[in-house]
Each structure stands twice: as structure tokens, then as C-alpha cells.
T-cell receptor, first 112, second 116 residues
Framework: DGGITQSPKYLFRKEGQNVTLSCEQN?????MYWYRQDPGQGLRLIYY???????QKGDIAEGYSVSREKKESFPLTVTSAQKNPTAFYLC???????????FGSGTRLTVV | AQKVTQAQTEISVVEKEDVTLDCVYE???????LFWYKQPPSGELVFLIR??????QNEISGRYSWNFQKSTSSFNFTITASQVVDSAVYFC?????????????FGGGTRVLVKP
């Protein structure tokens, strides 16, 4: 079945470490997105990519980095520069805004 | 700038009651899409419905219904005869088309708690 796979489901990071969250899709979608969700809050856009080798900053890109070397993959790195990284991270993809997004199941990152 | 407002942060009802979720949006685009997504406790957002800006026909699908009013920039969602399985966070979203890329802007979400 086609879909989006995010891994790991839970991730623990020590302060000062970089961590990379994986997002893979087999839907043949061109566009991919990363959102951050804090408890009791909505989704805030971190980065998005419309095509391979191109990506744009969202509303809260500071402290994060991405790459889009393959159509299927859009990994997110949470760097040590991100001061408050504990959150739920959602990856999504889209073939067209007409159809909206397909979401992954998310990665819950906790800094310990 | 695009903006989506869900004024209700949490709604608590008893099973079989109806519940209506409000969504108000702001956009300068003449063509746009509106969405409702459901986020159950598992975390993954599930698509419920899409409306485009030219289609103001309201729709009923099973226990769900939607009321889109362009004149008031509102896109409200009603669950009729709620069930415990409807307990989730519901998000309203608005499309944004830009040269740099297309994306959705989400409201803050409304948590619905249906008690047995």
C-alpha cells in the first residue's frame, strides 16, 4: 500500500546533539512538508519542498535543516541550535493542493 | 497573509449530542481550497473533506456535514449524534499558492471529547 513512513516513532536526544528524522513516501508525490506540533497547539510549517533538490523555509525553520536528494525522501535534521526541540513532528506529501496532504504517523522527539 | 482561526480550543459533549466546529479564514486568493482533518490519539492526521472556493454547496456525509459560507469566510463542520470514536483533534486548513511553493495553513485545532 502507498503511504508515508516516518521513523522512528519515538526519539530521545541529549542536549547539544543533532538528530535526523526520516520521512519516506512511495506515493510518487512531488511535494513534501515538515510540520511541528506542540501540545495543545496547531501545526507549524518548518520546511517544504516542491521538487527534488529544492526546498523552502517555512515559518519556523531556525534550528532545522533538510535535504531532498530523492523524490521519495525528505529527512529533517534537528540541530543543537534548536533551543526547544521537544515536540511532535509530522511529515506530509502532496500531489496537488486540490487533494490536500497525506500525512505520516509522526515522530515524537524528546530532549533529555 | 493567510490565516485560519478555530476559536474553540476544546468541546466536551455526551455521546449522541451534536457538535459543531467553527473555522474562520482569511485569504487574498480568489481560488483556494479548504480542508478538515481529524487527528485521533494515534497522531496521524486523516483527511475528512475538501471544498474549493467556487463550491458553496453544503454537504452531508453520514454523520458529518459541512457549511461553507464565502460571505463570512467560514467553513464549519458538524458531527451529528456523536460517538466516543469521534474523540480527536480536528483541524481546519486553507491552501496557499505561491511562486515559491504551495502549502496548507492550519488552524490551532479543536479538541473534541465525547463522553459515553
Amino acid at each position: 500500500d502507498g503511504g508515508i513512513t516516518q521513523s522512528p516513532k519515538y526519539l530521545f536526544r541529549k542536549e547539544g546533539q543533532n538528530v535526523t528524522l526520516s520521512c519516506e513516501q512511495n506515493l510518487n508525490h512531488d511535494a513534501m512538508y515538515w510540520y511541528r506540533q506542540d501540545p495543545g497547539q496547531g501545526l507549524r510549517l518548518i520546511y517544504y519542498s516542491q521538487i527534488v533538490n529544492d526546498f523552502q523555509k517555512g515559518d519556523i525553520a531556525e534550528g532545522y535543516s533538510v535535504s531532498r536528494e530523492k523524490k521519495e525522501s525528505f529527512p529533517l535534521t534537528v540541530t543543537s541550535a534548536q533551543k526547544n526541540p521537544t515536540a511532535f513532528y509530522l511529515c506530509a506529501s502532496s500531489v496537488s493542493l486540490f487533494y490536500g496532504y497525506t500525512f505520516g504517523s509522526g515522530t515524537r522527539l524528546t530532549v533529555v | 497573509a493567510q490565516k485560519v482561526t478555530q476559536a474553540q480550543t476544546e468541546i466536551s459533549v455526551v455521546e449522541k449530542e451534536d457538535v459543531t466546529l467553527d473555522c474562520v479564514y482569511e485569504t487574498r486568493d480568489t481560488t483556494y481550497y479548504l480542508f478538515w482533518y481529524k487527528q485521533p490519539p494515534s497522531g496521524e492526521l486523516v483527511f475528512l473533506i475538501r471544498r474549493n472556493s467556487f463550491d458553496e454547496q453544503n454537504e452531508i456525509s453520514g454523520r458529518y456535514s459541512w457549511n461553507f459560507q464565502k460571505s463570512t469566510s467560514s467553513f464549519n463542520f458538524t458531527i451529528t449524534a456523536s460517538q466516543v470514536v469521534d474523540s480527536a483533534v480536528y483541524f481546519c486548513a486553507l491552501s496557499e499558492v505561491k511562486a515559491a511553493g504551495n502549502k496548507l495553513t492550519f488552524g490551532g485545532g479543536t479538541r473534541v471529547l465525547v463522553k459515553p
